[in-house]
């Protein structure tokens, strides 16, 4: 069992890390950030600077979960095999040669 993250802490360490490069470390602050769990709760006043630096965080950020999205349902569930987990489909190169046979299949089976 892991331990508990508390996201004030990470919030905390976050605008710890951003805020040395500043370049206007006096400036008002533009955001309060109030964080609230079940391990307590902290109120953050940030700049602009820290909120630019959440946004490109957050852009950058790739889940080590996405494979992608099904081309058949469109669904963002596909497993570490590349099969969707909302329609059945299999992608990737395996896919692609099973769809291949399967169309071959039926089209042999037209009379």
Same mark, same amino acid.
């Given at each position: ?36 769990? !079940?391990l307590g709760e902290a109120t953050f006043a940030v700049g602009?600077?820290?909120?630019? !630096? ?57 009379p």
């Amino acid at each position: 069992m892991s331990t508990p993250i508390d996201p004030a802490a990470v919030m905390a360490a976050f605008i710890d890390a951003v805020e040395p490069y500043d370049p206007c470390p006096d400036a008002d602050p533009v955001a309060l950030i109030g964080v609230r769990t !079940a391990l307590g709760e902290a109120t953050f006043a940030v700049g602009d600077h820290v909120i630019r !630096a959440m946004c490109k965080a957050l852009a950058a950020y790739r889940d080590p979960e996405d494979r992608g999205t099904c081309v058949q349902c469109g669904g963002r569930h596909l497993d570490e095999n590349l099969h969707c987990n909302e329609c059945g489909r299999l992608h990737g190169i395996l896919g692609e040669v099973i769809a291949q046979h399967a169309r071959r299949v039926a089209a042999e089976d037209v009379p």
